[in-house]
């Protein structure tokens, strides 16, 4: 099973002749496209994605994958592990599969659920290890940063009582290395959905809405807590992955004044993240909107665009000059001039890979 190729060339078109290309990429019902062994079901049944057979979606993605060209992908939503499954196992089998150079994977601390955060990545061209900072808890629980698969304790809510806070996704950190000696500390990130899943009325819409935003920014502040060690240690840092946040994106960001974006990004000066997708989102509130995901709306029969996905850069690496881009099939005019990887975005996944192009070390 190889992949086209069309989708290398318009990659390599795409992409710098030196440095490195860094992406993130969630990939809806992933798991769903392969057995316990790891190997990819490319067979005539459904898939998670609406009206595609797993074998469309297998073939879009292998041709996303193989187009984008980049030295790491950062893949949420990767396959599960759990008592049989393995994530790194089914995505160097799907890495084998299309020949991609990223063939090697690393995962963190398995998820709560059935969708995890991995690394795909090209040896050749740098090396990652899971690396996590801040100090295990128990279920005792910690207030200064502790390790992402542990308990961080906030007050919520006010009461003057400490809220205990687990993310069902633990962020992926790695310390990886380029074969021209540059040192990146990366975090993938998967953050809650605020989605009010089991309400049965609009009162309880409205709290469980309440409840999961809370706990979202705890989780965003627990990350910003991390960001912060990182910037004050001198570390060239990328946070980047699916927050399912942004700002203006429901009502419940005025009850708390800001989005978890910006809480990760920081406030001003040089502790801050930037991203300039988020720029523009918080800068420009009314007209044209960047996106990197899109839903289809059964009871209104329409799209839903939203920007979800981000790379955030720390200000050494915003200094360099990096170029990001959005994968869309429609915005981006050379994906919507290609249409084998037009098509294949749209098939692959209800979100769009971005990615973020390193200079060259000088």
């Not at 898939?47 to 993605?61: F, M, N």
């Not at 170029?323 to 001039?337: E, G, L, S, T």
């Amino acid at each position: 099973m190889a992949s086209t190729n069309a989708a290398r060339l318009c990659g390599a078109a795409m992409r710098p002749l030196t440095g490195m290309r860094i992406a993130t990429y969630n990939v809806e019902w992933f798991d769903g496209l392969f057995d316990d062994a790891g190997q990819l079901l490319a067979n005539g049944d459904w898939s998670g994605r609406q009206d595609v057979t797993k074998a469309e979606q297998i073939a879009a993605l292998g041709r996303v994958f193989a187009a984008l060209e980049a030295d790491a992908i950062m893949v949420v939503e990767a396959p599960d592990t759990g008592r049989v499954r393995r994530s790194v196992r089914a995505l160097e089998n799907f890495a084998a599969a299309f020949q991609l150079r990223t063939r090697k994977a690393v995962t963190g601390f398995q998820s709560d659920t059935q969708q995890e955060i991995t690394l795909l990545f090209d040896p050749d061209v740098i090396s990652a290890v899971h690396d996590p900072q801040g100090a295990p808890t128990g279920k005792k629980g910690a207030r200064d940063a502790p390790r992402f698969d542990g308990v961080f304790k906030i007050d919520l809510d006010t009461d003057a009582a400490a809220d205990a806070v687990r993310f069902s996704k633990p962020p992926l950190e790695l310390e990886v290395t380029g074969t021209d000696g540059r040192r990146l500390r990366l975090i993938g990130v998967h953050v809650k959905s605020k989605a009010p899943h089991g309400a049965s009325s609009p009162e309880e819409v409205m709290r469980i809405s309440i409840a999961n935003r809370r706990k979202q920014l705890a989780q965003c502040i627990w990350l910003r807590q991390r960001v912060e060690a990182h910037l004050t240690g001198g570390d060239s840092l990328i946070v980047l992955g699916d927050f399912n946040d942004g700002p203006g994106l429901d009502e419940y960001e005025k009850l708390f004044g800001r989005s978890g974006i910006e809480i990760v990004l920081g406030e001003t000066g040089a502790q801050c993240l930037f991203d300039p997708h988020a720029r523009m989102a918080l800068t420009q509130r009314i007209g044209g909107r960047l996106s990197t995901a899109r839903f289809y709306l059964h009871h209104e029969d329409r799209y839903l665009q939203a920007l979800l996905d981000y790379i955030m850069v720390s200000p050494d690496i915003r200094a360099e000059g990096p170029r990001w881009k959005i994968w869309h099939p429609f915005d981006d005019p050379a994906c919507y001039r290609a249409p084998e990887l037009r098509e294949a975005l749209l098939t692959a996944s209800d979100h769009f890979p971005v990615t973020i192009d390193l200079p060259a070390m000088r």
